[in-house]
């Protein structure tokens, strides 16, 4: 009798109904929240978070786990107990008392990012900046001594379970050697191919019901998940309950249906993790690499594909009659879904360009993590690398240089590497999807996704916390995640 192991599964069912109830209440203050409910909801999900911490560091939960080593348990139960281990290991990794100073500076930090990134003042920024990077070193020495691994290492595992700086730093020097001649070749390419974007206004009930033909023909479940709009897109709610967001531009279509696309990645995955595991740590997704990996495949493997335009191009026209039909042969839409820009800003980049924002964000947290780079010389910092990376300046221009993103100003490092993983893993899982399933030109031209669906059902979705990452890639694929194969995807698509 697994009797210990039994009331562990019977407490971790608990902590999913919590965490779905904050999914719902965070999906909710995004989209329908009447603002002036903010604070009751900050103090609401606040109280769910703190009640659900208890759960998993308390003193039964510890005498539970103990004894459940020694039971007899299958090979899903018995990675399902190491990930409650785990759950338990980085929930008691910091002192409640850390967790709540390091929340309120992170707040605050947060705040004065929006106040001074407008204006474009990194030195009234700084002292916050600097408050956050020397919690977060103290948070990855706290984690560090927790679990036995390097500081910045544990901070990559909270994101990714099971990478480290090695790792990342190996996968990383593969894609840099090639990367600045690539995209300086791409660029070249693109700006001598001659395309006509499509001119707007583009009516946003149109857009609409693009993104709901789009997440039709990907097969997003609408039973079990909504499209809203919000600010900044993302994907949340519960894994039976997904709640995807997009917002609309009026002079630009794309953005928002590649955001869609984007987003149901994220969704489907969440939508088919192994139903009998649902409310436990190994029915869940991997990691946000794993899951970026996803929504990638769907954005840029699928949605950016010139099978995916063919077959998209008549909803197209005919959500948009003022255009006119030459605009949408595949000609032309192929060079202006697939353009290539150098520019400052990461959110904005192109796929080509993106890794190159990623690769120098990550230099530099990983530095500043581990000592080596004082907060104050970020902004230096920053214009070498976007110099050697994409041959742009940023100085007197910190607003578009180190200032841009929210990650740093709201605490987080070592999720920044997760994007560019993701995008090597969609490459990787792409290329063996591809010479298994030889069809999928034709398949993909007729709007028949089925055949993909059910490939990264079986691959990747019905695994759910199974393996990790590294596991998984080269379970998958029968390799190791390898970036060559990245960047030949990159070769074919943009300079082929
Ligand atoms: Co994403």
Redesign the pocket.
Same mark, same amino acid.
């Given at each position: 009798m697994a009797d210990a192991y039994q009331k562990l599964e019977a407490k971790f069912e608990e902590l999913a109904a919590l965490s779905h109830a904050m999914g719902i209440l965070g999906w909710d203050e995004q989209t329908m929240m009447p603002e002036g409910s903010g604070d009751e909801r900050n103090f609401a999900q606040a109280k769910l978070a703190a009640l659900a911490h208890r759960m998993v560091v308390d003193d039964e939960t510890g005498e539970l786990l103990e004894r459940a080593v020694e039971e007899r348990l299958d090979h899903w139960q018995r990675a399902n107990l190491g990930l409650m281990r785990r759950a338990r290991m980085q929930a008691s990794a910091l002192p409640s008392e850390f967790v709540e100073r390091q929340h309120r500076a992170g707040m605050k930090a947060e705040q004065m990012w929006r106040k001074h990134r407008p204006a474009n003042d990194w030195r009234s920024f700084l002292p916050y900046f600097e408050q956050n990077v020397a919690l977060v070193r103290q948070e990855a020495e706290l984690r560090s001594a927790a679990r036995g691994i390097a500081p910045y290492d544990a901070l990559l595992d909270l994101y990714e379970p099971g990478i480290t700086q090695t790792d990342v730093d190996d996968w990383f020097a593969g894609l840099a050697s090639e990367l600045p001649e690539l995209i300086m070749r791409a660029e070249e390419r693109s700006r001598a191919t001659p395309a006509q974007p499509p001119p707007g206004p583009f009516s946003i009930a149109a857009q609409q019901m693009l993104g709901r033909r789009a997440m039709e023909a990907l097969q997003f479940d609408f039973d079990r998940g909504r499209l809203d709009v919000a600010v900044h897109p993302?994907?949340g709610g519960a894994a039976g309950d997904v709640r995807i967001t997009t917002r609309y531009d009026e002079s630009d279509y794309v953005e928002s249906l590649m955001g869609v696309i984007? #987003?149901a990645?994220?969704a489907q995955y969440e939508q088919n993790l192994p139903v009998q595991w649902r409310h436990q740590p190994i029915g869940a997704a991997v990691g946000?690499a794993v899951? #970026?990996s996803q929504?990638?495949f769907f #954005?840029m493997q699928i949605g950016r594909s010139a099978e995916f335009l063919e077959f998209f191009a008549p909803a197209l026209a005919a959500a948009f009659p003022h255009v006119d039909a030459s605009v949408w042969r595949i000609e032309n839409m192929v060079p202006v879904y697939q353009a290539v820009r150098r520019g400052l800003i990461r959110v904005n980049a192109d796929e080509v360009t993106y890794p190159a924002h990623i690769l120098l964000r990550y230099a530099i947290e990983r530095d500043l993590v581990n000592g080596s780079l004082a907060p104050a010389d970020v902004p230096e910092r920053w214009n070498a690398e976007m110099g050697k990376w994409l041959g742009l300046e940023t100085t007197g221009n910190d607003r578009n240089g180190c200032m841009q993103d929210v990650h740093w100003p709201s605490g987080a490092f070592g999720y920044f590497p997760t994007?560019t993983l993701?995008a090597m893993i969609a490459a990787q899982l792409a290329d063996s999807f591809k010479r298994e399933q030889p069809a999928w030109h034709d398949d993909w031209r007729r709007g028949d996704f089925t055949g993909v669906r059910e490939w990264l059902s079986g691959t990747v979705w019905s695994r759910g916390s199974r393996l990790q990452m590294k596991e998984l890639v080269a379970e998958v694929t029968g390799a190791p995640l390898d970036p060559t194969l990245y960047l030949a995807h990159l070769r074919a698509r943009y300079l082929g």
């Open positions: 993302f994907c984007h #987003e990645g994220h946000m899951h #970026e929504s990638l #954005e994007y993701g």
